[in-house]
Structures are given as C-alpha cells and as structure tokens.
C-alpha cells in the first residue's frame, strides 16, 4: 500500500488549504483514513480520520475549523483547513489503517505565517 499527499503550502493565518492524499495497491474496505501532524519539536499528533463509511473524528484544538472527507472510489482522503493559525503549522502526514496494519504517506508542509 502506497500514499501520495499533496497540497501544502505557505498561507497565512485566517487563510485556507485542501491537503489530499490517494492510496494505492491492496485497499481493502472497512479501513481508517485520516491525517496527523508533527509540529517541530513535538510529538505527531492525530489531526482527523474517518471510521468506516463517513464518521469523522477530530481533534479538540481543529474542530469547527479542519473538515475530513473521503472518496471510496479513489481510495483518497482529503483535509479542509480553514480559519488556519500558526499553531497549524506542521508537516502532515495521512495514512490509512488496514486490518490493524497502518500506512503513511510521505508528508506534506503546511505553514501558517501570522
């Protein structure tokens, strides 16, 4: 299983970005999806996922902000960011869960400029 992700970027704060991330070879349904992050000097952290068909979770700090989304057909997982701050910046990583075996892609950089 391979993930590609894209649409990083240099915004500033207040602005928007759509990461998206599409997952090739052996994708079985019933799967994960979603999106951490690592901030320099901090520990990765999970930004969203989807369970299953489309029940989203997020975490505390993204929520009413970050909107996680997936298209089945294409095995891709995207993020909408809006209202972001500079606290967002991070490289953000998506990955999917697979029968208890996790995949991730290559990461992507977000920076937010105040």
């Known amino acids: 299983v391979q993930l590609q992700a894209s649409g990083g970027g240099l915004v500033q704060a207040g602005g928007s970005l759509k990461l998206s991330c599409a997952a090739s070879g052996s994708i079985v349904s019933h799967n994960i999806m979603g999106w951490y992050r690592q901030a320099p000097g901090k520990r990765r952290e999970l930004v969203a996922r989807i369970v299953g068909e489309n029940t989203p979770n997020y975490a505390d700090s993204v929520k009413g902000r970050f909107t996680v989304s997936r298209d089945n057909a294409k095995n891709a997982v995207y993020l909408q960011m809006n209202s972001l701050k500079p606290d967002d910046t991070a490289v953000y990583y998506c990955?999917?869960?697979?029968?208890?075996?996790?995949?991730w892609g290559q990461g992507t950089l977000v920076t937010v400029s105040s």
């Open positions: 990955y999917i869960l697979i029968q208890g075996t996790s995949y």
